[in-house]
């Protein structure tokens, strides 16, 4: 093959690492919202409208966090694997900065009740991730185990 050849190879990295990304939004994407709506209803109806207001925004707060993690790895697929890993790593630390300064701006806010949104956002985040967790073993992703 000489360099005047288009021939463009294949990142065997980046199919392994969308065929995660696709399984682990499937999931999540499957368990999350049914959650977050069965806390709106129940907020809603234990703290009324300061109540769905909270969940609603915790639930959107923590999607959003969950889907940018995915959006993520999508991103990244292509990458060198090592790079790929810093950018997760860097992500998730812009990720918990960003989640921080919404929850010290919202911290104020008297029409939303606090509870409902702490709690709406760790069921729906832990929910997301055991969902990932669970996809991603489930996928079935070639591995070499050094003798």
Same mark, same amino acid.
């Given at each position: ?47 009324? /409208?300061? *109540?769905? #207001?909270?969940? =609603?925004? !915790? ?6 966090? &969950? $889907? ?11 990458q060198?694997?090592?790079f ?14 960003? /989640?921080? *300064?919404? #929850?010290?701006? =919202?911290? !104020? ?6 509870? &409902? $949104? ?25 591995t070499?185990?050094?003798?």
């Open positions: 093959m000489s360099e005047t050849e288009p021939h463009e190879q294949e990142n065997p990295h980046a199919k392994v690492v969308l065929q995660a990304a696709r399984a682990m939004t499937k999931a999540s994407l499957l368990i999350t919202p049914p959650a977050v709506l069965v806390c709106i209803a129940l907020f809603s109806i234990l703290n009324g /409208l300061p *109540g769905f #207001l909270g969940s =609603l925004v !915790g639930g959107v707060l923590a999607l959003l966090a &969950s $889907l940018s993690t995915l959006g993520l790895m999508r991103f990244s697929a292509g060198d694997p090592m790929v890993m810093v950018i997760a790593l860097g992500g998730y630390v812009v990720k918990i900065v960003l /989640l921080f *300064g919404a #929850l010290t701006l =919202l911290k !104020g806010v008297t029409a939303l009740h606090p509870m &409902s $949104l702490g709690i709406t956002m760790i069921v729906a985040i832990m929910l997301a991730a055991a969902a990932e967790f669970a996809a991603f073993r489930k996928t079935k992703i070639p070499i185990i050094p003798s």
